[in-house]
């Protein structure tokens, strides 16, 4: 997976954005994600809080527990794979998983600073939602859109692709976040098995 997910007032022209594939890269935020516990994500002095269920784990224990599920799991090695593709952009990130199940997982992680308006919005999610088409054939699974959008709070700008990805009688939702804030570039990456997206914490969070 190539991408999965804060505001700074300017105008821009498309080129100069910093939107994977659009222009030269910004300069990377230097907004940190420090001192989350449980299930409390703490970005800058703000929290988003997920359900009592969900704990913050170590790449380690994250990797224990993804080898609990069954080899043949396609979402088993997918979500090895993204985890890798995190842990390469050698940004600050953290992973919180269900205690009962760790297909249902979030990662957190710090991302440069993205200038969102409406017309640019609408072309990032079309731009990653045809990532994911391409990437969903070399996984071998099936992809379908569920929603795109673009909304924005008190405190920031928020870009969200759902979707889902199928293979044989297995299926994950995934929810993927860009947000633009006065804090900075934070992205998240829900998966879950439910559907649960955790909009109404995120919003909550940036009012």
């Known amino acids: 997976m190539k991408k999965i997910l804060l505001l700074v007032t300017a105008a821009v022209l498309l080129a100069s954005c910093d939107i994977p594939?659009?222009?030269?890269?910004?300069?990377?935020?230097?907004?940190?994600?420090?001192?989350?516990?449980?299930?409390?994500?703490?970005?800058?002095?703000?929290?988003?809080?997920?359900s009592h269920n969900y704990e913050l784990v170590s790449v380690e224990e994250f990797k224990n527990r993804l080898n609990t599920l069954d080899q043949d799991s396609k979402f088993k090695t997918i979500a090895?794979?993204?985890?890798?593709?995190?842990?390469?952009?050698?940004?600050?990130?953290?992973?919180?998983?269900?205690?009962?199940?760790v297909a249902n997982h979030v990662f957190v992680y710090s991302t440069n600073f993205v200038v969102f308006d409406d017309y640019l919005a609408a072309k990032y999610v079309a731009k990653l939602n045809n990532e994911l088409k391409d990437e969903s054939l070399k996984q071998e699974v099936r992809y379908k859109r569920i929603h795109g959008r673009y909304f924005f709070t008190n405190e920031a700008k928020v870009v969200k692709l759902k979707y889902v990805k199928a293979h044989k009688k297995e299926r994950r939702f995934q929810t993927e976040y860009t947000v633009a804030s006065k804090s900075g570039g934070m992205a998240l990456l829900v998966s879950n098995v439910d559907g649960i997206d955790f909009e109404e914490n995120l919003k909550r969070f940036l009012n």
Request: charged share 30%.
């Open 21 to 50: 594939g659009f222009g030269t890269p910004a300069k990377t935020s230097e907004t940190q994600i420090s001192k989350s516990k449980n299930n409390k994500i703490v970005f800058k002095n703000n929290k988003i809080v997920l």
């Open 80 to 101: 090895f794979d993204q985890l890798a593709e995190i842990e390469a952009k050698q940004t600050d990130f953290e992973i919180f998983v269900d205690r009962g199940n």
